[in-house]
């Protein structure tokens, strides 16, 4: 059809041009008393007319029109489908990092100055349960503090007592030692540092026989039974994101395996290098498989909402704009700009530019933008063709007054 409609147009084009050409000549030659041009002016403003009612058929801003016979559309694999109110929604695959959980990290310091005598936490990951001994320090300022509170005990001073006490306890010196040293009335050397939760030695800061200032991380103790995972989204896929929402974690290391989990947070700054937000999951690590610093994957899945919509195959993007050819109500299609919103696995939501009921080309776009241009670039041509017999006409009878 398209091919039969550019040689119609090509042949009619090429027809007046030479019969512009064949008249002037034989005009010029014979001297016709009829006035030169006239035919040729009337039939350029004819071919105007012609034009400019093929234009207002197309509407004004529009395309050209393309006619679609249906059995012909068929054949070419063309389909149709309306705009309807519909559910979209599409789950956006966003990948991230597992990482300890912080409210089940803690960090073991020093509060007194000493050095370290014997280290019973010796190595990184080591795993350890609330209490173990982590490591002895010697320290001459808890020493002094012990026989201040034994000379209290044998004064009987119960003030002096209480507060030689009540400083022990702030340089977290272990009840069963303050048990100890009441029970035996001897200082002890070293102060033994336990550990405050039980989980494994995540980082270790300390070696054998180090000094030590008040202030310092010695260790840093982690419990994986519960871990995040920090995900990048793209932030224009922000608009998914809810705090509550779903989440199916999947992680390389552990194929065919799946972690279900909640987003409990969602940062509210963008980065600005990578142009993601961090969205947190917390998942449980019951077997303990999953490994902080493994790579893992999860599919965010919105609540779909009902919105005006058309298949994904009837939007042609042409790079700054998109289009749909919609049925202009007599059997023509005319491309239109439309506003896309969100896109579903099948279908895109379209914000502006099409009702509800609209019928639009549904596949094979392409075929009918090559068409629609085609017919406009044609349309302009043989305007242009129409002006140059109009003008050719005057010119010769300006040549040939009475």
Request: aromatic content about 4%.
């Amino acid at each position: 059809m398209m091919r039969r409609w550019f040689a119609a147009a090509a042949l009619a084009a090429l027809a007046g041009a030479c019969g512009r050409e064949d008249g002037a000549d034989k005009t010029q030659g014979r001297g016709d008393s009829t006035p030169p041009g006239s035919m040729s002016g009337m039939e350029g403003m004819s071919s105007m007319e012609e034009m400019n009612d093929g234009t207002a058929a197309t509407g004004a801003g529009d395309s050209a029109a393309v006619p679609l016979d249906r059995a012909a559309a068929e054949r070419l694999g063309i389909t149709f489908a309306r705009a309807v109110m519909r559910p979209v929604g599409r789950g956006t695959r966003v990948v991230g990092t597992l990482t300890y959980a912080e409210p089940r990290r803690e960090y073991v310091n020093a509060r007194v100055m000493g050095w370290v005598e014997k280290l019973y936490a010796d190595f990184q990951g080591k795993p350890v349960r609330k209490g173990d001994r982590l490591l002895a320090i010697y320290s001459p300022e808890l020493v002094s503090a012990q026989e201040e509170y034994l000379t209290a005990r044998r004064l009987g001073d119960s003030s002096l007592m209480t507060a030689a006490r009540r400083r022990l306890e702030l340089w977290d010196v272990p009840e069963d030692q303050l048990a100890a040293l009441e029970r035996t009335g001897t200082a002890q050397r070293r102060i033994v540092l336990r550990a405050p939760r039980s989980g494994e030695i995540a980082e270790k800061m300390v070696t054998q026989g180090q000094a030590v200032q008040p202030g310092d991380n010695l260790f840093l103790i982690a419990d994986r039974s519960v871990l995040w995972v920090d995900l990048a989204v793209f932030e224009s896929d922000a608009r998914v994101l809810k705090v509550g929402m779903p989440v199916q974690v999947k992680v390389d290391a552990l194929p065919g395996k799946s972690y279900a989990g909640r987003v409990s947070f969602v940062n509210p700054a963008v980065d600005e290098k990578t142009r993601t937000l961090t969205a947190r999951v917390e998942i449980l690590n019951r077997d303990g498989a999953l490994r902080p610093g493994m790579f893992a994957s999860a599919e965010l899945q919105p609540a779909a909402t009902r919105r005006l919509s058309v298949p994904l195959t009837a939007v042609l993007p042409t790079g700054t704009r998109n289009l749909v050819f919609v049925n202009r109500g007599d059997g023509q299609f005319v491309a239109r700009e439309v506003q896309v919103g969100v896109r579903g696995d099948s279908v895109v939501e379209i914000v502006e530019g099409l009702k509800p009921g609209d019928e639009v080309v549904a596949s094979a776009t392409y075929l009918l933008d090559s068409e629609s241009n085609l017919a406009s670039a044609m349309q302009g041509l043989m305007l242009q063709m129409g002006m140059g017999l109009d003008m050719g006409g005057m010119k010769m009878d300006e040549e040939n007054g009475p």
